[in-house]
T-cell receptor
Framework: DARVTQTPRHKVTEMGQEVTMRCQPILGHNTVFWYRQTMMQGLELLAYFRNRAPLDDSGMPKDRFSAEMPDATLATLKIQPSEPRDSAVYFC?????????????FGPGTRLTVT | KQEVTQIPAALSVPEGENLVLNCSFTDSAIYNLQWFRQDPGKGLTSLLLIQSSQREQTSGRLNASLDKSSGRSTLYIAASQPGDSATYLCAVRQDTGRRALTFGSGTRLQVQP
């Protein structure tokens, strides 16, 4: 049963600390997305990758957020320095793009609390 | 900029009722539309994916329709059960430009036993 995995599931940290979230996409999927969910804003796209190359990171605050795919089995989202307003659930999703058609599969999320 | 709206925001029904959740989007140049379910504290589970060329998709007690020209989709749930209680999210993917999904704010469904 292939699924997207994310670690950690929960993270509590103090303001100013670095936070790294990790995602393992479904094997064989070539597109990875990072979303953020808050009560106020709902689900928002932060960044996405195709074949490990960043295609769009316009949803991400550039000064403190960075997203990378060191290899095809790992995507990371880093926040440095973290702020209380970054508290949210961060979801990773993956999909296999064939032409135009694909479906996105979501991981369980990382619940981040910055105090 | 694409905007996705879901009505109602919350819905409570007795078990066994048939119900309809609504989704509307402002830009009809979409490639597909996806309905998700989210349980409290959990991730999203894809329920149905409708390509822009399709009118509807069915899976078990769920039926999703798409009227691309009018910017609307509905999710029909037949014979609702308490286990259907969750938040249902609608999301669209554009035909051009950004390929990621734009989400609605969801409909929180409670099915009373």
């Amino acid at each position: 049963d292939a699924r997207v995995t994310q670690t950690p599931r929960h993270k509590v940290t103090e303001m100013g600390q670095e936070v790294t979230m990790r995602c393992q996409p479904i094997l064989g999927h070539n597109t990875v997305f990072w979303y953020r969910q808050t009560m106020m804003q709902g689900l928002e796209l932060l960044a996405y990758f195709r074949n490990r190359a960043p295609l769009d990171d316009s949803g991400m605050p550039k000064d403190r957020f960075s997203a990378e795919m060191p290899d095809a089995t790992l995507a990371t989202l880093k926040i440095q320095p973290s702020e209380p307003r970054d508290s949210a659930v961060y979801f990773c999703a993956s999909g296999l793009v064939l032409g135009q058609a694909y479906e996105q599969y979501f991981g369980p999320g990382t619940r981040l609390t910055v105090t | 900029k694409q905007e996705v709206t879901q009505i109602p925001a919350a819905l409570s029904v007795p078990e066994g009722e048939n119900l309809v959740l609504n989704c509307s989007f402002t830009d009809s140049a979409i490639y597909n539309l996806q309905w998700f379910r989210q349980d409290p504290g959990k991730g999203l589970t894809s329920l149905l994916l409708i390509q822009s060329s399709q009118r509807e998709q069915t899976s078990g007690r769920l039926n999703a329709s798409l009227d691309k020209s009018s910017g609307r989709s509905t999710l029909y749930i037949a014979a609702s059960q308490p286990g259907d209680s969750a938040t249902y999210l609608c999301a669209v993917r554009q035909d051009t430009g950004r390929r990621a999904l734009t989400f609605g704010s969801g409909t929180r469904l409670q099915v009373q036993p």
